[in-house]
């Protein structure tokens, strides 16, 4: 089993002092790994830029030359919280093409599985606008290169950062062979993400949406993915499983106000390798999107790696909520029932 890395230092040129979602981010994640003896055991895997072929299978013609024209600029707010600076076009299209590189070594069976520490983070960028720290969708735009370019029919995207991946909804809203699951927190930014927001036309039922109210931690997470998480994939049968890795549903994430701990994320995490092994050849890719702890997130992913290397154990420093969980059988029975779910 080969796990196959991606990242650049190229990545930390999109920044902004005193925003969340800033250099030092991938800077505590790189020290992490390289400081763990982690990286040595990686397949290396050099980024690329990604093409305009492949972004406008996903983004439209107006909003990347919308993009496009913030190049040089000292800094451009593209909406309340979404800033490009002079070098954001070419740093967002470096880390879509990062997450397009390691999709190839995967589907091409150089590795069984891979991650890619990309930024700035994708989930939130709709075909048409930059939104919620994100320029480009670079899951998505990985999902439809992975159809394109490799054949491959059935798609499946599992976002567990704690904010609903909209763009990432839209982006495939209509379409049947790509089945989006999002665990996210309700209500928090960006609003969408209801469990009745299903899909439409013949993408219907292929949008599972499984919003959560705050607090819910280790065991509600590990109850969604029992029940609704699993149950859905197995039903859908992918040939490829994508993963929108945020680690902000920390209970030390600054952003948000859930509860789960470290090892409550390597639960999840090693459900989902668990589930690539037994439906897809172990093919499993882990892309970065949110996360503001920055122990939380360095350590979170650092575990990950370990999950999709197949080691034993979890670094869970940081130790569990102090609050007790509330119990969400019902929200869980309800989301069920929608998706026809035993
Ligand atoms: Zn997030």
Redesign the pocket.
């Known amino acids: 089993m080969a796990t196959a890395y991606t990242t650049d230092s190229r990545f930390a040129r999109h920044t902004l002092p005193n925003h969340p979602e800033h250099a030092g981010r991938l800077h505590a994640i790189a020290q992490a790994v390289t400081e763990s003896g982690l990286l040595e055991r990686l397949v290396w895997v050099e980024p690329r830029q990604a093409e305009q072929d492949d972004l406008l299978a996903v983004h439209s013609a107006a909003y990347l030359a919308r993009l496009e024209a913030t190049r040089g600029h000292s800094l451009v707010m593209l909406d309340a919280d979404t800033y490009a600076t002079g070098e954001s076009y070419d740093t967002a299209c470096l880390a879509a093409g990062a997450v397009l590189a390691i999709t190839d070594v995967v589907l091409g069976g150089d590795a069984t599985n891979g991650l890619a520490a990309v930024r700035p983070?994708g989930?939130?960028a709709t075909p048409n606008r930059a939104m919620?720290?994100c320029l480009l969708n670079n899951v998505a735009v990985a999902a439809r290169y992975a159809q394109r370019q490799h054949g491959v029919e059935r798609v499946v995207i599992v976002d567990f950062?704690?904010?609903h991946g909209n763009g990432t909804q839209d982006a495939f809203y209509g379409t049947p062979s790509v089945l989006y699951i999002s665990t996210?927190q309700s209500p928090l930014?960006p609003g969408t993400g209801a469990a009745n927001e299903v899909g439409e036309g013949s993408g219907v039922g292929f949008t599972v949406n499984i919003p959560l109210p705050p607090g819910v931690g280790d065991a509600g997470y590990g109850a969604a993915f029992e029940h609704i998480v699993i149950p859905a994939l197995r039903r859908f049968r992918p040939e490829v499983i994508f993963v929108s890795a945020?680690f902000?549903?920390h209970w030390a994430d600054p952003?948000?106000q859930m509860a789960l701990s470290l090892s409550g994320y390597d639960s999840i995490v090693r459900r989902l390798v668990e589930q690539a092994a037994e439906l897809c050849q172990g093919r499993l890719v882990a892309v970065l999107?949110?996360?503001?702890h920055l122990d939380a997130l360095a350590y979170g992913w650092a575990n990950t790696i370990r999950a999709f290397l197949g080691d034993e154990g979890c670094d869970d420093p940081l130790g569990p909520a102090r609050a007790a969980e509330r119990d969400i059988d019902a929200v869980l029975r309800r989301i069920q029932a929608i998706h026809h779910l035993p």
Do not use: C, R, S, T
């Not at 999107?289 to 503001?292: I, K, L, M, N, V």
């Open positions: 983070p989930h939130h919620g720290f950062d704690v904010h996210h930014y945020g902000d549903a952003l948000a999107e949110g996360g503001y």
